[in-house]
């Protein structure tokens, strides 16, 4: 089973600045395989990002997909106060699908 | 609008079993590949099964295969997961969602509220 680590566990910020989070797989994942969520609390997940870089419909363009190396990365832009939630980044392979632990994204 | 509605969760005793359903309104459903993922209390997403758009196929996580089952009524626009031997670990806010139509791309694009099953005596 694949297994997806996602760094940090949390990002403490303020609103106006830049988030990087990072996903990293054990085994190697198809860019067209990885996905990113934002949880709030009581809420069910919303959908980001979808191959890794595409914004899946609705998803404002402050936030972006990317891969470097290893390593998967969602940025925002510039944080809004509705953007402090919990993201998951999600993958499939060999049949299974698995989620990262989730990075979570606190107001400083 | 494209909706699903989660129904069926409670509390059962371990041991027992329970059957989830998912109604799907606003879209194809017949078109779309169907998960469910579950969240037990204050922990993350965990992904458990998904199904064929026909129902022909299905997988699961490892940690319920051979107790879970899951199937769709296309007729119906419904998807269903049954759950046998239910143990307290399976504690947990259960979410059907739809995947994408998108080819070659494996993101879940609609999610329901989530239906709450508690397993405990």
Request: proline share 4%; charged share 15%.
């Amino acid at each position: 089973e694949i297994v997806l680590t996602q760094s940090p566990g949390t990002l403490s910020l303020s609103p106006g600045e830049r988030a990087t989070l990072t996903c990293r797989a054990t085994e190697s994942v198809s860019s067209s395989y990885l996905a990113w969520y934002q949880q709030k609390p009581g809420q069910a997940p919303r959908l980001l990002i979808y191959g890794a870089s595409g914004r899946a419909t609705g998803i404002p363009d402050r936030f972006s997909g990317s891969v470097s190396g290893p390593d998967f990365i969602l940025t925002i832009s510039r944080l809004e106060p509705e953007d402090f939630a919990v993201y998951y980044c999600q993958q499939y392979g060999s049949s299974q699908f698995t989620f990262g632990p989730g990075t979570k994204v606190d107001i400083k | 609008e494209v909706q699903l509605v989660e129904s069926g969760g409670g509390l059962v005793q371990p041991g027992g079993s329970l059957r989830l359903s998912c109604a799907a309104s606003g879209f194809s459903f017949s078109s779309h590949w169907m998960h469910w993922v579950r969240q037990a209390p204050g922990k993350g997403l965990v992904w458990v099964s998904r199904i064929h758009r026909d129902g022909s196929s299905s997988t699961y996580a490892d940690s319920v295969k051979g107790r879970f089952t899951i199937s769709r009524d296309n007729a119906k626009n419904t998807v269903y997961l049954q759950m046998n031997s239910l143990r307290a670990e399976d504690t947990a806010v259960y979410y059907c969602a739809r995947e994408q139509l998108l080819s070659g791309n494996y993101g879940m694009d609609v999610w329901g509220q989530g239906t709450t099953v508690t397993v405990s005596s």
